[in-house]
């Protein structure tokens, strides 16, 4: 997954003496006898590009919504920059928020769009037209700064709402599924985009998105909701390497989940004994009990190695037949049935344009994997 190019250094979380942007202590809002948001401790810091990413139901919009105001915690504290925010109106906030839909003045010109919020707050005519001068540089819309919002296409109104956000400097931007209105290619094209003007601005970005691809792109950390709870706060690369749980496991990406008993080695690992007359796997154990369990074997498709020969390896190899076959244009995923029915996935590399085929349907193979590929999860 691509990254931001300050993602390997900027780490401020793990640095103790930094002071977060935002914090929410203990944060829980209920809608009656509902609880859309249990017990949230979350810290976000500055310059950060933050994802909140869960199904449709999972609470990261009413979070959202606390944080610009829009809604008010039942229990705990919301702080922003030091703050409390406990009865501080939206337009009271250094925080601004940008919809899914936009929300463009069709009646007004892009520049004029960009600039509403400066005239509304009585900016002086000569700082406006600089400021938005330099919005429109930032998103690239000079050229179209004389146009209506129905003039241009959906993802120059994307930039234009983004421009309209940022002119204000505020400390915080809120994006809402903000890429949701556009086809597939114009979304990648614009993450990279939105990367590029977080970096330039420095403005802390906070996004909402049910979208894994997008948070594993975008996002400095990225926090994995359900019900209404933070099941895990990682990296990209550390929640699809190391999830902390079944649930993060299966909704970042593809996986194979192999159920079974475990028994500890000793030494980091353990084994998995899954299948009766097979071998048992082995796997590290991070998060798994040290003590004989039920547990999940976890291990990512492009880990598994695929071959019609027995490879050397007498750890973490299985027998089966291809019951199914996806050609990806860059990869391709074979679907591959052990002998007690269940089913791994292994991926492959299409690095030659015309590469003769030699596995297809029927065919038996062999599945193989390093004892450090995969992880057994107790939850």
């Given amino acids: 997954m691509n990254q931001p190019a300050v993602s390997s250094t900027f780490e401020p979380w793990t640095d103790p003496q930094e002071t977060p942007l935002i914090s929410f202590k203990s944060v829980t809002k209920k809608f009656g006898t509902f609880t859309a948001i249990n017990d949230v401790t979350l810290d976000i810091y500055r310059q950060e590009f933050f994802a909140l990413l869960g199904p449709s139901g999972c609470g990261k919009t009413t979070l959202m919504r606390m944080l610009g105001g829009f809604e008010t915690p039942t229990e705990g504290v919301i702080t922003i920059d030091g703050k409390d925010m406990a009865n501080i109106p939206p337009n009271k906030r250094a925080v601004n928020m940008m919809f899914q839909s936009?929300?463009?003045?069709?009646?007004?010109?892009?520049?004029?769009?960009?600039?509403?919020?400066l005239k509304r707050d009585n900016m002086p005519k000569a700082q406006i037209e600089e400021r938005v001068e330099e919005m429109l540089n930032l998103v690239q819309l000079q050229n179209f700064s004389q146009r209506k919002p129905h003039q241009?296409?959906?993802?120059?109104?994307?930039?234009?709402?983004?421009?309209?956000?940022?002119?204000?400097?505020?400390?915080?931007l809120l994006l809402d599924e903000p890429l949701g209105a556009l086809d597939k290619k114009l979304r990648q094209d614009t993450q990279f985009e939105l990367m590029d003007?977080?970096?330039?601005?420095?403005?802390?970005?906070?996004?909402?998105?049910?979208?894994?691809?997008?948070?594993m792109t975008v996002a400095s950390r990225i926090a994995v909701m359900d019900h209404g709870e933070l099941i895990q706060v990682e990296t990209p690369g550390r929640i699809y390497e190391s999830p902390n749980s079944v649930y993060v496991a299966d909704f970042i990406g593809d996986v194979n989940l192999i159920e079974g008993n475990t028994k500890p080695r000793g030494d980091g690992k353990t084994e998995l004994f899954w299948a009766e007359g097979q071998a048992p796997l082995v796997a590290e154990c991070p998060h798994a009990p040290d003590v004989e369990a039920r547990c999940t074997f976890a291990i990512r498709p492009e880990k598994v190695n695929i071959s019609k020969e027995r490879p050397d390896t007498q750890i973490n190899v299985v027998q089966g037949k291809i019951h199914d076959i996806a050609y990806l244009g860059n990869i391709s995923t074979y679907k591959v049935e052990l002998p007690n029915g269940t089913m791994v996935k292994a991926q492959t590399a299409n690095n030659r344009r015309l590469a003769r085929r030699d596995l297809t349907w029927d065919d038996d193979v062999w599945l193989s994997w390093t004892e450090t590929a995969g992880i057994v999860l107790d939850q």
Avoid at 152 to 172: D, E, H, M, N, T
């Fill in 102 to 117: 936009y929300a463009l003045f069709p009646h007004l010109t892009v520049r004029e769009n960009v600039a509403f919020g």
């Fill in 152 to 172: 241009i296409s959906g993802g120059q109104r994307q930039r234009v709402a983004l421009a309209r956000s940022l002119a204000k400097a505020p400390k915080l």
């Fill in 197 to 215: 003007i977080q970096e330039k601005t420095g403005t802390t970005f906070v996004i909402v998105t049910h979208d894994q691809e997008e948070a």
